[in-house]
């Protein structure tokens, strides 16, 4: 029999002996942290921005043509970027979903300074009086610049947790779909069928530690386990069962991540 989900939970924190995996997300923003070690992912390619930051003495590696080792510093992959990763000790994943930011001008690993992806780091944590989108801002010169965004295409972005067919969206919005997809590729740089996998892909990592991975895929709009499966590998480089081991046992979320999953700070 399977089994029913029937909230959404937009946040978990996992332990076993000692080790601790955490997931939040709200709107275009998800976090992930492990303070275990990770072996190199399979090849991937994010339609979001990725902050890779090592913590407490961890290290990072990114192959992405060329290979990126930082302990001092954080790494941004740009969306798109087709990249391996691989951890030494603890370390954060921040995904900016592409709507959120400037277009990427190339496909590259770039080297942050690590104070400035802690500044963004610190900022999830709504009651230190950093905002969010000025700590962002410091990670790459394009991140200050405004950028008006079609409200057209911002509409549809925001339905595309709730979308399953989008000629229905588009319709709505009063305009072809082939016109849709154009208009949000030019927009943000991401196909809209990616970023809708995407945000299907969040809400799934999201419920895994409390559902099959077969009923995970249903609810959120996958064909079937296989493709949640294939979604996952292709974007994060690793399957459901790796991104959360339901044999962890489950304990409250860190306030910080917590707290900034509740207010959906973007």
């Known amino acids: ?44 390619a994010l339609p979001a921005w990725t902050l890779l930051v090592p913590t407490d003495g961890g290290i990072v590696t990114v192959k992405a043509g060329e290979v990126v080792r930082v302990d001092e510093d954080a790494v941004l ?11 030494r000790g603890p370390h954060v994943g921040v995904h900016l979903s592409a709507p959120m930011t400037p ?6 690993p770039r080297r942050v300074a690590l104070t400035a992806a802690q500044r963004v780091l610190e900022s999830l944590a709504v009651d230190s009086g950093i905002e969010f989108s000025s700590a962002v801002a410091d990670l790459h010169p394009t991140f200050r610049l405004p950028r008006p965004i079609d409200p057209r295409v911002a509409f549809a972005i925001d339905a595309l947790p709730g979308t399953y067919r989008l000629d229905v969206l588009a319709a709505e919005i009063g305009m072809s779909p082939s016109r849709l ?15 809708r996998l995407w945000s299907r892909l969040t809400q ?48 409250a979320l860190n306030p910080r991540w917590r707290a900034a999953a509740a207010t959906g700070r973007r």
């Open 1 to 44: 029999m399977s089994t029913a989900i029937v909230t959404r939970p937009a946040s978990w924190h996992l332990e076993r002996d000692g080790r601790q995996v955490t997931f939040a997300s709200c709107g275009q923003l998800s976090v992930y942290t492990d303070t275990a070690s990770t072996r190199f992912s399979a090849l991937r």
């Open 77 to 87: 992959m740009p969306p798109g970027t087709w990249h391996q990763v691989a951890t």
């Open 103 to 108: 277009r990427a001008d190339g496909a590259r």
């Open 181 to 195: 997809r154009a208009l949000t590729h030019d927009a943000v740089g991401v196909p809209l069928t990616q970023l």
């Open 204 to 251: 799934a990592i999201a419920l895994l530690p409390y559902a099959s991975t077969a009923d995970v895929a249903a609810t959120t709009g996958f064909a079937d386990q296989a493709h949640l499966t294939r979604t996952a590998r292709r974007f994060l480089g690793r399957t459901p069962a790796e991104l959360s081991p339901r044999s962890f046992e489950r304990r």
